[in-house]
């Protein structure tokens, strides 16, 4: 029984988080409920103990975007298109607008993955710089830099839109 409650508290605080991590890397939903589900099986049988509960978050999400790199990698080595691998947009956060969501998530999820990535752990996950570079291996520098030019190619991307700067 205690087994069980402690699968339905990680489920319950992590299923989101894992879903949009992997999402935002593959675009689709099947191959990210396919990564949420084995990120959740190795957290569950994991039996070392975190640090703290950010230890454990920052883990979960490394866990997931590692999980995702390898599907990609999986992937480019024998490349297909299924029918259904059509981006899906992600529901907007109450009091934003859905057309201008809309648009700025198809352009993030145009941009390459190293920025895709930066992007979305700084503004959907609220990530800092340095927890972005311990997510994604790399350093503080770099993770910098990748969210600079994400910002920058994204701002290209956008060029011609009605939307505000400060939606950038």
């Not at 084995?38 to 569950?44: F, G, K, S």
Request: net charge neutral; proline share 4%; hydrophobic share 40%.
């Amino acid at each position: 029984m205690r087994e069980r409650r402690r699968a339905e508290r990680l489920v319950n605080a992590y299923a989101d988080l894992i879903l949009r991590v992997a999402y935002t890397y593959l675009g689709s939903r099947a191959d990210a409920e396919d990564v949420c589900q084995e990120t959740l099986l190795r957290l569950l049988r994991r039996r070392e103990p975190f640090e703290s509960a950010e230890h454990e978050r920052a883990w979960v999400v490394s866990v997931s975007a590692n999980l995702c790199r390898d599907l990609l990698r999986r992937r480019s080595a024998r490349p297909t298109l299924a029918l259904e691998e059509v981006a899906e947009p992600v529901a907007p956060e109450p009091g934003h607008d859905l057309a201008t969501t809309t648009r700025v998530l198809r352009a993030v999820m145009r941009l390459p993955l190293a920025y895709r990535e930066a992007i979305f752990l700084h503004y959907y996950e609220n990530y800092s710089i340095r927890e972005i570079a311990r997510a994604c291996d790399c350093s503080e520098d770099a993770a910098a830099a990748r969210l600079s030019r994400g910002r920058a190619k994204l701002r290209e991307l956008l060029k011609g839109d009605d939307l505000d700067e400060g939606d950038v």
